[in-house]
């Protein structure tokens, strides 16, 4: 079964706008991560959060987690149309990813009109 | 660093025949995943090797699925027989020291 569960499951939004995607989780974690996946293409590793942090920035993303309510948020803002793509997030320590391996949400696709 | 190489890229084959796919990962990287991703399940975690020892393989659907990591510098999927049901992207990644993993372009295999 899937750890991660991402919300919603497609966004579509103008390009300029900030772009908010959710993801919960439902094991106890140590890291989690944030990874971007363009159409028929491999997985980009966006950014990394440990479970003793609280929010991280990297660029034009944010990137907060609550281990309380097993949540997490990835805000990317000024949205641009080359961020067009699925946003995964993925956990480890969870079910099905043993130590050291990931489990992954559904993803949510996003969309940006120009 | 040319980053994780995958080959092939694109593999079709037919029911019962065997597929290998190929992973080399980044250079002094001493974890190795593989990963499949299908529509209806999406990215799952198949077996990792830590130092080129297989810690977890309780992803591997089935007995048709192997791997191996003969050295630090290159691992094998192996599908013996392939079905059309295993038809997916297979992903290869390797981690760094600080928990990021880097994936691969990825091998897309059909089973007609």
């Known amino acids: 079964s899937q750890q991660g569960e991402e919300d919603p499951q497609a966004l579509s939004i103008q390009e300029g706008e900030n772009a908010t995607m959710n993801c919960s989780y439902k094991?106890?974690?140590?890291?989690l991560q944030w990874y971007r996946q363009n159409s028929g293409r491999g997985l980009v590793h966006l950014i990394l959060?440990?479970?003793?942090?609280r929010e991280k920035h990297s660029g034009r993303l944010r990137v907060t987690l609550d281990t309380s309510k097993k949540s997490s948020s990835l805000l990317i803002t000024a949205s641009r149309a080359a961020d067009t793509a699925s946003y995964f997030c993925?956990?480890?320590?969870?079910?099905?990813?043993?130590?050291?391996?990931?489990?992954f949400g559904k993803g949510t696709h996003l969309i940006i009109q120009p | 660093d040319a980053g994780v190489i995958q080959s092939p890229r694109h593999e079709v084959t037919e029911m019962g025949q065997e597929v290998t796919l190929r992973c080399k990962p980044i250079?002094?990287?001493?974890?190795l995943f593989w990963y499949r991703q299908t529509m209806m399940r999406g990215l799952e975690l198949l077996i990792y090797?830590?130092?080129?020892?297989?810690?977890?393989d309780s992803g591997m659907p089935e007995d048709r699925f192997s791997a191996k990591m003969p050295n630090a510098s290159f691992s094998t999927l192996k599908i013996q027989p392939s079905e059309p049901r295993d038809s997916a992207v297979y992903f290869c990644?390797?981690?760094?020291?600080?928990?990021?993993?880097?994936f691969g372009p990825g091998t897309r295999l059909t089973v007609l």
């Open positions: 990644a390797s981690r760094s020291l600080y928990n990021e993993q880097f």
């Open positions: 094991t106890s974690i140590n890291n």
């Open positions: 959060i440990r479970s003793n942090e």
């Open positions: 993925a956990t480890d320590g969870g079910v099905g990813g043993g130590a050291d391996g990931l489990t």
């Open positions: 250079s002094g990287h001493d974890y």
């Open positions: 090797f830590n130092n080129n020892v297989p810690i977890d």
